[in-house]
């Protein structure tokens, strides 16, 4: 992960963010990555801004985060490509709240009929505190927020097929966080899947959280959830964005090294949850 960027303060991350991301929301095709199996029943449908991925559940598929409004054609490529319909998927669950993990779930909806889940906290933002959302950042100007279908408790099992998904409410990065673990079988080994939901921390700056009218103890949210979470027995790492999880390195891996999987790695996640950890508590302690 990126860490060292959060050295920087609030108003030199709004900016880094800004020019970062203006070729991305200008030429989004550009950012289009190939689709790929991580392991077992679980395929890479996201590009390299931002990760969405697919379940095959036998029964059906799930997709975890919609992305943005503007990138919906990379990621219905991307379903195609790998053989799937898009027609077929069942629930399409969010992380959290923010817009550019929720942008394109109407369009899904209207276009194939799946059911939009996210957590009832997050569902909550979506009446009551639209504003963080963030919907304003948008390059879309017409994206919105979404009813969901399913509001996800604190330690619901979403089942479809040969797949339960176990969601644990995990807020800090935003109120609505949610994580989710669950298996997959590769070569007849079952290997346990984990995906933290909200891993940065620039919505936690004090001028970031006077700014959306939320409380301090937003961060220790944040490390009550990383621990919450910690000793969670994951095999293999999903990230909400490529950098979390170095997701365009291991591909790279894949592609260079035959026969070798890196993202099943039952070391990984102990090792993130702790990294985050350790430095976020640097970044409290520097005064952020």
């Known amino acids: 992960m990126d860490l060292d960027k959060y050295k920087k303060s609030y108003e030199e991350i709004m900016e880094l963010q800004r020019t970062k991301n203006l070729d991305f929301y200008k030429h989004p095709s550009r950012y289009y990555l190939e689709p790929f199996k991580i392991a077992g ?159 940065g921390y620039n919505t936690l700056y004090k001028k970031a959280l006077e700014k959306d009218n939320l409380p301090l103890s937003c961060r220790q949210q944040f490390l009550d959830s990383l621990k919450k979470v910690r000793d969670e027995p994951v095999d293999i790492v999903l990230g909400n964005h490529p950098l979390q999880n170095d997701t365009l390195e291991k591909r790279k891996r894949m592609q260079n090294e035959p026969g070798t999987n890196p993202f099943i790695d039952s070391t990984e996640w102990v090792n993130f949850v702790d990294t985050l950890t350790e430095k976020f508590n640097e970044f409290l302690a520097a005064g952020n």
């Open 41 to 199: 029943n679980v395929y890479y449908i996201g590009d390299k801004k931002v990760c969405s991925h697919l379940i095959d559940t036998g029964d059906g598929l799930i997709v975890f985060d919609s992305g943005f409004q503007h990138t919906i054609h990379l990621m219905v490529q991307a379903i195609w490509e790998l053989g799937f319909n898009p027609k077929d998927i069942r629930y399409l669950i969010h992380s959290h709240e923010h817009f550019d993990h929720i942008g394109a779930a109407n369009d899904f909806r209207d276009l194939y009929g799946c059911k939009l889940v996210i957590s009832k906290a997050g569902a909550e933002i979506f009446r009551n505190r639209p504003d963080l959302v963030y919907m304003e950042s948008n390059p879309y100007p017409y994206a919105s927020v979404f009813t969901p279908d399913i509001e996800l408790e604190d330690g619901q099992t979403l089942t479809l097929g040969n797949v339960s998904i176990r969601c644990v409410n995990t807020p800090g990065h935003s109120p609505g966080v949610m994580s989710f673990f669950f298996d997959t079988v590769e070569n007849g080994t079952t290997y346990h899947v984990g995906y933290f939901g909200g891993a």
